[in-house]
Every structure is written in C-alpha cells, then in structure tokens.
C-alpha cells in the first residue's frame, strides 16, 4: 500500500512570511495529491488538490508542487496570515483489491502557526 | 454544501461497552469512510462502503465494526471498547473520484 510521509509536524512562521510543507510518497502509480486543513474543533477540509499531469497549481496564496520523479509534492503558503494557523494533512490514493478509488493515506500532519 | 454530521460531539464509555458512532450524508455520496485521528499518527482508515450492504476494510479494522444499510448513514461499531480505542472518530463522504467531505468528528474516551 501507498506510504506517505510528512515534514515538519510543526512549523512557526512570522506572520506575513512564507510556509513551506513536504510530503513524499511510495508508490508511483499515485495520480492524485489532496491538501487538507483542520481547524481546532472541526474536520479536515480541502484546500487545494493537483494530478499528476501537472506539475504546479496555484490557488490565491496557496500553491502546490509536484515532482513525479523524486516523488514528492509540497504545499506553499504565501503572505501567511493568523487564520492559516491549523494542521495541515497532505494525502495520496491507497491502492487496495477495489483499485482504492477515492481512498486516502494521509501524512501525519503539521500544525502551523503564525504568529503576530 | 455539503454536510456530514457525527451524531456525538464528545463520548465518554467504560472499557467493554459496545458503542455506536454514527455519522449521515446529505449529498446522495457513494462512497462513506471511518478514519481516526491520533497525535503524530495523523488520519488512519478503519473502514469504508461504496455502496449500501458494502463494507471494506481499511489499514486498522481490528476491534472495530461497520454497518452501511441505507445510503446516506454509516455507522462505526466498537463491539467491545478498550481504552486504546479512546480517539477522535472522523467519518467522510465523497462520489466516487471526487474529494473527501469530513464531518467535525466524535471525540471517544474510553475509561
């Protein structure tokens, strides 16, 4: 099955800077990269997702890299601000007997804090 | 939008109780999944349906229980609780090759 690993499981950043989170993953067959956050006292939620047909999306201040080779895909925040303060999950397909589906292994997550 | 609702906010059970955590969809997904949640272990998946009657197990099934017997409502069955069991319960909707929608989770203690 598909393993994934994240780094760093925390991260303190200067409101205003950058954030950078990293994820590596086993199994080349995994087309499919979700970035989740989860706020104190509420579930995960989507925030930005790529395929493995491009190597770069880019959504407002939230961007996401994906290097099929070296298979890894990072998560980029930029301008943080204190609502970014969460954790956040990346996630790969899990390829079971049903071919996985939609279903997910998630990273072991990092919370991020940014402070004032 | 979509919602997921976990029945319990928080629960609180004694070691060899069986416990019920339910969670319902209301978009009509396919696809429901019970994940838990532990410090520096991050989302672990228990147990998933595709389909109404259909069960899979995922990475931890051990001690634990499904039951999908209409479409919009999957429930997570602890047979007999065991204070390793104490975690917070994340259970998730999606259609098939679409993303995940998470509900605000069950926080179970078991003492």
């Known amino acids: 099955g598909e393993n994934v690993e994240q780094h760093p499981s925390t991260l303190s950043v200067q409101e205003g800077d950058s954030a950078v989170i990293k994820c590596t993953y086993s199994d080349s067959a995994s087309n499919y990269f979700p970035w989740y956050k989860q706020e104190l006292g509420k579930g995960p939620q989507l925030i930005i997702d790529i395929r493995s047909n491009v190597g770069e999306k880019k959504d407002q201040r939230i961007a996401v890299t994906l290097n099929k080779t070296a298979k890894h895909f990072s998560l980029h925040i930029t301008e943080t601000q204190p609502e970014d303060s969460a954790v956040y999950f990346c996630a790969a397909p899990s390829w079971g007997v049903t071919g996985g589906g939609n279903k997910l292994t998630f990273g072991t997550g990092t919370q991020l804090k940014v402070e004032l | 939008d979509v919602k997921v609702t976990q029945s319990s906010r928080y629960l609180v059970k004694r070691t060899g109780e069986k416990v019920f955590l339910e969670c319902v969809q209301d978009?009509?997904?396919?696809?429901m999944f019970w994940y838990r949640q532990d410090p520096g272990l991050g989302l672990r998946l228990i147990y998933f349906s595709y389909d109404v009657k259909m069960k899979e197990k995922g990475d931890i099934p051990e001690g634990y229980s499904v039951s999908r017997e209409k479409k919009e409502r999957f429930s997570l069955i602890l047979e007999s609780a065991s204070t390793n069991q104490t975690s917070m319960y994340l259970c998730a909707s999606s259609w098939s090759n679409s993303p995940l929608h998470f509900g605000n989770g069950t926080r179970l203690t078991v003492t």
């Open positions: 978009m009509d997904h396919e696809n």
